[in-house]
């Protein structure tokens, strides 16, 4: 059985209700900052979902990790294409290949090449 709301109730007398409500429900389904006062008392609204990293068996996406080995084999791709085509269609022949992070490899190819001169 819940609380029943309080007609013209005080603050006081909310945030016992709050308080009294809070304790018959479970812990996900009510949150006291979720709950509006209405003349004819207070309703308690529903908190919202929980996300998916705090559902235990929601499924994580893993980060990839490439070899170097691979980086270099679409770094030198790309530069085999003209500079002002390079990136994008590099990244289309390699599905999951960001253009932030083909950039960050050609400056490392570069900066080593450099360095090995």
Known sequence: QQPQPLAGASTADESAFLSE?????????????????TGDG??????????AAAVPHAPQRRRAHHTEDFKI??????????????IKPT??????????????????????ALASM
């Open 73 to 86: 084999e679409v770094v030198i791709a790309a530069l085999k294409r003209p500079p002002e085509a390079r």
């Open 42 to 51: 207070i309703v308690a609204l529903p908190s919202r979902p929980p996300s």
């Open 21 to 37: 409500l809070a304790s018959t429900l479970p812990p996900s389904t009510f949150s006291p900052s979720a709950a509006i006062s």
């Open 91 to 112: 990244c289309a022949c390699y599905p999951g290949i960001e253009p932030s992070q083909l950039r960050k490899w050609i400056g490392r190819y570069e900066s080593r």
